[in-house]
């Protein structure tokens, strides 16, 4: 079992940056397959990034490809997401997830286990 705690959100301006964290403690951490999503008021919650175990292969959502970046540092048990360039659609709270075993990342079934979220504001 593996314990994810986000942090990194906060209030910014349109065309500002964040660089969102994740840290997981309980089970090796380059062991899992690590993902973002996000839900915004009265959404659903949406695939953001996803990084495979070792961060050999990224997947992103069209909506922020080429704007933000996710990776991982499995000595520092640590999954990032460096936003730029926000808008104010990126407005949401951001969650990371951990999956023991592959398979489509972009959907929520796939993950295990989940952080309790960060907030990100997007001021225009």
């Known amino acids: 079992q593996v314990q994810l705690v986000e942090s990194g959100g906060g209030l910014v301006q349109a065309g500002g940056s964040l660089r969102l964290s994740c840290a997981a403690s309980?089970?090796?951490?380059?062991?899992?397959?690590m993902g973002w999503f996000r839900q915004a008021p009265g959404k659903e919650r949406e695939f953001v990034a996803a990084?495979?175990?070792?961060?050999?292969?990224?997947y992103y959502a069209d909506s922020v490809k080429g704007r933000f970046t996710i990776f991982r540092d499995n000595v520092k048990n640590t999954l990032y997401l460096q936003m730029n360039s926000l808008k104010p659609e990126d407005t949401a709270v951001y969650y990371c997830a951990a999956a023991e075993v592959g398979g489509d990342y972009s959907l929520m079934d796939t993950y295990d286990y989940w952080g309790q979220g960060t907030q990100v504001t997007v001021s225009s």
């Open positions: 990084i495979t175990w070792i961060g050999g292969s990224t």
């Open positions: 309980g089970q090796t951490f380059s062991s899992y397959a």
